[in-house]
């Protein structure tokens, strides 16, 4: 193994959870959610018709000319002249 993976400092929630291991919660308050996902409320029609409005994109990717200039820049000298 790498010798500097020794120097690494210990992961935060690891960290968090020692510090946390002896902490107990009151057991007459509900815990409090921070979970992002489900949405319990409708979304707002603004939205709605924002996202249906523009579905007819979503189908394809979006053209791009010339593919591999977007990666790397055209090769020049003895590289252009071999491709």
């Known amino acids: 193994m790498n010798p500097l993976l020794d120097r690494l400092h210990a992961y ?27 949405p319990r409320h409708p979304a707002p029609a603004l939205v709605r018709e924002g996202l249906v409005g523009h579905l007819d994109g979503l189908s394809h990717y979006p053209a791009t000319p010339e593919p591999w200039n977007c990666v790397a820049p055209a090769p020049t000298g003895l590289a252009a002249a071999m491709a």
């Open 12 to 38: 935060p929630f690891e960290k968090l959870r020692a510090l946390m291991a002896s902490v107990q919660p009151n057991a007459s308050l509900p815990p409090i959610s921070l979970g992002i996902g489900e």
